[in-house]
């Protein structure tokens, strides 16, 4: 076997109801990866490289929070022995490499840390806009992302049907004139002791998703990919298999997890003074 395959089976069409205790840990691990990213935070300016940034992310996962990389895409690709975070830059929606280019002024910029803390896995990302001056392509762009995933986030409760939620987050992403974008490994997914230990959540309409009611004790990602130009990605066959939009227009996605409780849901990975509330206004159809 490789030695970037992933060594485990997963049925992907099934979906594993967690204890409280797992769920305690899965907030364990959670808690680590948003402490990461705000650790990251200070770092984020122009002029740093993807490669200095991965350094610094290695050290905060390894040294700092005593966490271990878990990069397996749900491709079942590791991508863990080229950079120990996902990047996202502008057309790139995620995998990017860890390079030497450095970032510049008005760049749309992201990470996502994945991680495991004793045996558990936490998975969070966020975007910067680089020193803080950009299009307002860019700008709207990451804002409709953030609030994309809020809305996925406000709908998620026991009895809610999958297909439903997608197609609500779709239509309030496509009312901007933005696309959902769609590329391998682009979906939330659940998540467990290994990154994704079952379904695969498009937050777009797909048969994938149709049938699938939410159950308290799932645990799984809110992710929507999304693009400034159609749908269509690619990922690309370098050493981190780059997801990259096909017509190299801005890519944008946050990212939380989330445990379906009684009657709602918690995040599990939520950064200190974040507000996840939806603001929006969801189109009539």
Known sequence: MPANAAPHQVDYMKIPIKTPSQVAMLRAAGHCAAQILEDLTPHIKPGVTKHELNEIAYGLIHDKHGCEVDREDLTGYDSSPYACVSFSHNEIA??????????????????????????WCGDCARNWIIGDDTSSEARLLSAVAYQAMCLGISLVKPGTKVQEMAERVQRYVESFGFSMLRVPSGTGHSIGMHH????????????????????????FSVEPFICAGKPKGLRLPNVTKTAVSEDKSLCCYWEHIVAVTDDGCEILDLRQGEDTAFYGQEPKH
């Open 196 to 219: 994704a230990d079952g379904w695969h959540i498009p937050y777009y309409h797909d048969g994938i998703n149709e049938g699938r009611v939410l159950e308290k004790g799932m645990v």
């Open 94 to 119: 995620f995998n990017g490499e860890a390079d030497s280019i450095p970032l510049k002024h008005g760049d749309l910029f992201g990470i996502d840390i994945s991680i495991k803390k004793e045996g």
